[in-house]
């Protein structure tokens, strides 16, 4: 697309001919250095395939398959490698969904070739362009500006530093830096590898496996489960030694000690996290990072700028109020002032349509940016040399001395939601970025913002997800109070302004931050600390912005949202896009974050309560018996009827709702505690009871080591399978008669889901070929029915632990 230069900043300036650029294009002087967007497919195989835990049962699996234990081996391989199969198609999926956008995302450059600008993609550009940069454009290549433009650039992504470095002819850019204010050319003087910012780019949009809160605790627990694992391998393989006991006999145990680590439970993460992703597509919500979908669960103060979010960003010029001169001549300079203003937005554009201006040369010009909150034009053509200004009126007040009247009009403007900025004059012509010394008035500027219509209701979501809403604008901060009220927002609302922060010690910052949900005049420096205080005060903070002003608090919170329509700034640090700039979605975005990660907690329970019960087992059974309680097929049933089924359907079942903020294993003690110490209690008595029996039926003079294991071990599956099963109601109480552990849920699909788990269970009892696969005897009927009674007892006494607390006082846990 070319585009013909108009008020061009840097005239005079031709930029290479087509043929010089396709020169040195072939001379490999041009900037066509591809970055990686994601990693590759060898990356994702490698990843999930050749880990720890997938050695581990590897290797277990190999030695069955040499054992003949063919059964043994097909069941390891579809638990574990059906999770790594899920993980990777996964991940394959999400790395073409991220190739993508960083295809549709990738920032444009707009170059000037023989006299006309061209939008082009940075891989197009060749040594000894010139560039065009404007504010929120990002500076793809570095440089030297040329011509008279001036501009203000933010390099923090380069040094970390957020001041604005002013920068004119001469002046050297670099890439991953972004114009904040201004209009200025640069041309190019490396590009490709040897660009300054060339290797942090690199990894800029690279995909990187970050974990998140929830995932290094959860990676916490499996670790833990490892060092258990090891433990007891090193007792198993000492026993193997030490007694005489079969190669086979070892495998079994081994597999067994193997499956205490719940490897099964990233799987169940890895569906949360998609089936969350998933549902946030639909809503126009792209998640840029890992951690975003966790950090959406976690968000308790969401900070907005107004324009944008509770506006659509569409002003209107409402009105003018002259001061000193007629409205026309008001209107007239108004509209050179718009027309000749080379840094263009929405405020100008709005005068501009309204107030015709014509074209005039200009002497100098301080283009408006968030800090000043002013801009100024000087006319070399002005009859009366002198300086104009347009800015917010707090920000003129110094220079500025207003009537009684004009004073009460801007009152009233303000606390009507209009948006009031003044128009002055000056003889001085300011060299630099300061306000003149002394100013005139010539009049009032009054615009409106349009309210996007899905405001208020949005609000009220945001209230229902327990969110807390602060708005931080560079607007006046009753104009800001004033349109927070029409949308609903709160009538009691406590402002503040820049001004006054200005005046207050860091340390007061905090309390005000947490306090406050309006703060107006505020700059993007202060926004930054705003941002950082909320979070020292404890509180997870999400912020939403779009244009370039909002960079430096976008970088500050926990959680970065940013407007498809905004600055290439903005974009490129947040988390979460929302495409369409569909801020109506917000809402239930949060609330799709509480789903996934209260589905998540839940998932956890019902694996640690698994995991903690066979581990005690183990322990226990071989301090009291000197026996190992379960084969491998065994262990496998338990783990996937118990726990492995019903974690397929929690993450889709599971409802929204406040996250406490407290750890996750500090949260789960009051239901796994109780519920591990009793399964394990339970089971190991009904296992000592078949094994007692088993020793009594022995002929006499029999050796206690010819005891036959099959009946205590299947009577031993049995109360475990009932009784994890029966977890699954207390989990989700479906009526007042299972709360204990849980808060009553009402939701009775959890119930029929446990349901049609022991039905298949007692199907794999009754059909000989899956009974005899799994190694179960085939106990009498009265056997299972006692087994039930025992079940439905322990049910009881849970309840009682659970209503009683009687751990919770004894842990000294407090989950009032």
Not at 75 to 89: D, K, P, Q, S, T
Not at 321 to 327: A, D, F, M, R
Not at 734 to 752: F, H, I, K, M, N
Not at 792 to 815: K, N, P, Q
Request: glycine residues 8%; aromatic residues 8%.
């Amino acid at each position: 697309m070319h585009v013909k230069i108009e008020n061009d900043p840097t005239l005079g300036l031709q930029g290479l001919s087509g043929a010089e650029a396709s020169q040195r294009q072939a001379a490999g002087q041009g900037n066509n250095v591809e970055l990686s967007t994601s990693r590759s497919y060898k990356q994702i195989f490698s990843e999930n395939l050749f880990t720890f835990i997938n050695g581990v049962f590897f290797a277990i699996s190999v030695v069955m398959v040499l054992l003949g234990r063919w059964g043994d081996a097909f069941l390891v391989a579809v638990v574990i490698f059906g999770g790594v199969v899920v993980n990777i198609y996964q991940e394959i999926w999400a790395k073409q969904q991220l190739d993508r956008i960083a295809l549709l995302h990738r920032p444009r450059a707009t170059v000037l070739r023989e006299g006309t600008l061209q939008n082009l993609d940075p891989q197009e550009i060749v040594l000894g362009d010139t560039i065009l940069v404007q504010p929120g454009d990002r500076i793809v290549v570095d440089g030297k500006i040329s011509g008279k433009g001036k501009i203000e650039v933010d390099e923090a992504l380069l040094t970390g530093e957020s001041d604005l470095i002013p920068k004119a002819a001469g002046d050297e850019v670099f890439s991953g830096s972004f114009c904040v204010s201004g209009t200025a050319c640069y041309e190019a003087t490396k590009v490709g590898t040897e660009t300054f910012a060339y290797r942090l780019t690199a990894g800029a949009r690279e995909y990187r496996r970050i974990l998140t809160p929830l995932q290094q605790e959860i990676n916490l627990v499996i670790r833990i489960f490892v060092l258990i694992a090891c433990f007891l391998w090193i007792l198993v393989g000492i026993s193997f030694l030490s007694q005489d006991r079969s190669l086979a006999d070892l495998v079994q145990k081994a597999a067994v000690v193997a499956g205490l680590v719940p490897a099964g439970l990233l799987l169940a993460i890895t569906l949360a996290y998609g089936l969350g992703a998933v549902r946030m597509v639909g809503q126009d919500v792209l998640i840029q990072q890992a951690n975003a979908v966790e950090s959406l669960s976690n968000v308790e103060v969401l900070c907005l700028d107004k324009t944008g979010t509770l506006t659509t960003n569409e002003i209107a010029l409402q009105e003018v109020y002259p001061l000193g001169l007629t409205e026309a001549e008001l209107r007239s300079r108004l509209g050179d002032f718009a027309a000749n203003t080379r840094a263009g937005n929405k405020t100008n554009e709005a005068i501009a349509a309204l107030c015709p201006g014509n074209a005039r040369s200009l002497a100098a010009e301080i283009p408006f940016n968030s800090t000043r909150k002013w801009s100024a034009l000087t006319f070399s053509d002005d009859p009366a040399p002198g300086t104009y200004v347009l800015g917010a009126p707090e920000m003129l007040a110094p220079a500025i001395e207003l009537e009684a009247e004009t004073r009460a009009y801007l009152d009233r403007c303000t606390n009507q939601g209009l948006r009031v900025l003044l128009f002055a004059w000056s003889a001085e012509q300011p060299p630099s970025p300061e306000l003149p010394t002394t100013l005139e008035p010539l009049g009032v500027v009054c615009l409106s913002d349009r309210l996007r219509p899905e405001a208020a209701l949005t609000l009220e979501g945001f209230a229902k997800a327990g969110i807390q809403v602060k708005i931080i604008s560079g607007d006046n901060p009753q104009t800001v109070a004033a349109i927070a009220q029409q949308v609903g927002l709160g009538q009691d609302l406590k402002v503040i302004s820049g001004t006054e922060l200005t005046a207050l010690e860091p340390r007061q910052w905090t309390p005000i931050a947490r306090n406050h949900q309006i703060f107006g005049r505020i700059s993007p420096e202060q926004k930054a600390q705003l941002v950082k205080a909320m979070r020292a005060s404890g509180q997870y903070v999400a912020m939403v912005g779009d244009g370039v002003n909002d960079v430096l608090s976008l970088k500050q919170a926990n959680l970065a949202i940013a407007m498809e329509s905004g600055s290439k700034a903005a974009r490129g640090v947040a988390d979460i896009v929302l495409l369409k700039d569909s801020f109506a979605a917000l809402p239930h975005t949060f609330l799709e974050g509480q789903r996934i990660r209260n589905g998540i907690q839940d998932v956890m329970k019902l694996f640690m309560v698994r995991t903690f019960c066979i581990t005690l087992l183990i322990f226990a059974t071989a301090i009291v018996t000197d026996s190992f309680p379960l084969q491998n097929k065994q262990s496998a049933i338990v783990a996937l009827i118990g726990v492995g089924f019903p974690t397929m359907c929690i993450p889709i079942w599971a409802k929204p709702g406040l996250v406490p903020r407290r750890s996750l294993m500090r949260s789960m003690v009051h239901f796994v505690v109780p519920a591990t110490m009793t399964i394990t209690l339970v089971a190991l008595l009904v296992y000592l009871l078949y094994l007692v029996v088993a020793v009594l039926d022995l002929p006499p003079g029999e050796e206690l080591a010819r005891v036959n294991y099959a009946v205590p071990r299947s009577a031993l599956v049995s109360i475990l399978v009932m009784c994890e099963l029966l977890l699954i109601p207390f989990l989700k109480p479906p009526t007042r008669a299972w709360v204990g552990g849980e808060p009553l849920s009402g939701d009775v699909r959890y119930t029929w889901v446990m349901l049609l788990l022991l039905g298949l269970y007692i199907l794999i009892l009754v059909v000989p070929p899956f009974r005899r696969f799994f190694e179960l005897y085939p106990l009498e009927p009265e056997h299972h029915l006692f087994i039930g009674l025992v079940a439905i007892e322990w049910c009881f006494i849970l309840r009682f632990a659970w209503r009683t607390r009687f751990l919770d006082r004894f842990l000294g846990v407090d989950l009032s």
